[in-house]
């Protein structure tokens, strides 16, 4: 079953960006997925690689493969692959990662050990994403209003 974040609202009709949970299987398989490469999928490309699982080893190798083949197939070349984290940090319940907790202070918040444990692995992930310079941060807020913790 598909999930997506309430805060992802504004393009999931659409799917003009790549949604969250999309962006945790390539973080989980060690793919570094363009949105240029995303916009070249079809919708029922991306409705596949939102659907296909990417939990176990298994799966992640083979969501890899389909995807990989899909950009090539795409763009006549693959994408950039990224090494797999052994630990990721949106699976440590126990640690707030340092950038989430300095992008929260800036709405002067401070999350606390037990929100950050109580969270699902996917909440987590979004907010650490949501919370590097690289990324449009603008959702980080609404992220901490869905998830409870404003």
């Not at 939990?55 to 990989?68: G, H």
């Not at 899909?70 to 950038?99: F, H, R």
Request: hydrophobic letters at 40%; a negative charge.
């Amino acid at each position: 079953m598909s999930h997506f974040f309430e805060f992802e609202a504004d393009f999931v009709e659409s799917l003009r960006c790549i949604p969250m949970q999309v962006r945790l299987k390539l973080d989980t398989c060690g793919v570094k997925l363009k949105l240029s490469h995303w916009h070249q999928f079809t919708a029922e490309e991306r409705q596949v690689l939102i659907s296909m699982a990417c939990a176990t080893t298994e799966e992640s190798q083979i969501y890899r493969e389909f995807l990989q083949t899909l950009v090539t197939q795409k763009t006549g070349s693959p994408a950039t692959e990224l090494p797999l984290e052994s630990n990721p940090s949106w699976l440590d319940g126990g640690t707030i990662p340092s950038e989430v907790q300095a992008k929260a202070t800036e709405f002067n918040l401070i999350i606390e050990p037990s929100q950050w444990a109580n969270l699902t692995p996917s909440q987590r992930f979004a907010l650490i994403k949501l919370s590097r310079s690289s990324h449009e941060n603008r959702n980080f807020y609404p992220a901490l209003q869905e998830f409870k913790l404003v």
